[in-house]
């Protein structure tokens, strides 16, 4: 089970972090990766980091977000900075045993989804 928080209101070029908390079977091996949904339109890949905490990101939030984890807590984060108003969208956490790199931005490769939460950055 995934559980996703930290979301909330903030202006372009500030920062909010998201976490997603794990409970269950052992969080190590689990690739947990980051997908974003904006009304209209369909769920995107943002973030993924494996196991071995190899990153990968969507060219949009390069050098902007950070996703990182912490094995011993089982947590996943995603440190966003410089936001904008396009980076608005309800942001889920999801997690599969895989993490084959050709298929790790595709949201069917994910098993276990969290509940998301919401981001908003005001002009």
């Known amino acids: 089970q995934l559980q996703a928080s930290g979301g909330g209101l903030v202006q372009t070029g500030g920062s909010l972090r998201v976490s997603c908390a794990a409970s269950?079977?052992?969080?190590?091996?689990?690739?947990v990766a980051w997908f974003r949904q904006a009304p209209g339109k369909e769920r995107e890949f943002v973030a993924a980091?494996?196991?071995?905490?190899?990153?990968h990101y969507t060219d949009s939030v390069k050098g902007r977000f950070t996703i990182s984890r912490d094995n011993a807590r089982s947590m996943v984060s995603l440190e966003m900075n410089s936001l904008k108003p396009e980076d608005t969208a309800v942001y889920y956490c999801?997690?599969?045993?895989?993490?084959?790199?050709?298929?790790?931005?595709?949201?069917?490769?994910?098993?276990?989804w969290g509940q998301g939460t919401q981001v908003t950055v005001s002009s």
């Open positions: 980091i494996r196991s071995s905490s190899t990153t």
């Open positions: 269950g079977p052992t969080f190590r091996p689990y690739t």
């Open positions: 999801a997690a599969t045993r895989t993490g084959i790199l050709s298929t790790i931005s595709l949201a069917g490769s994910y098993a276990y």
